[in-house]
């Protein structure tokens, strides 16, 4: 997997799709924040992409305790990761509400192909 940047980490919560070819290839950032990104990223995938999966029922649920959770001792906490990368909590928060409160019917559906002008 391609680290994330913030840029795709942003354009995951608009609601969009990263396609490995809008990622960059090269970052700048430590081992430890591509790490921290991955985490955060995965976590929010999980629950915009899976939340109506019976499959994925369990995994869904501890990403958001994960994304609830108020205690930033550990270092990986969802409010240390949006502190890292910049995010506010209650905004990414909101996000994730949105996505919950979105009926599957009624979910922007992304193309993969691109329309000429």
Not at 17 to 25: F, I, K, N
Not at 56 to 81: G, H, K, M, T
């Amino acid at each position: 997997m391609i680290a994330p940047d913030i840029a795709s980490i942003e354009h995951l919560m608009a609601a969009g799709e990263m396609l490995p070819s809008q990622m960059r290839v090269r970052s700048s950032w430590s081992p430890e924040k591509r790490l921290a990104g991955a985490v955060l990223a995965s976590a929010l995938v999980s629950v915009r992409d899976r939340r109506s999966d019976p499959r994925y029922a369990e995994d869904v649920v501890e990403d958001l305790a994960w994304i609830y959770d108020n205690d930033s001792r550990e270092p990986f906490s969802f409010l240390r990761l949006c502190d890292l990368f910049g995010l506010e909590p209650v905004w990414v928060r909101e996000t994730v509400e949105r996505w919950h409160l979105t009926a599957p019917e009624h979910r922007r559906v992304f193309s993969l192909s691109r329309h000429a002008a």
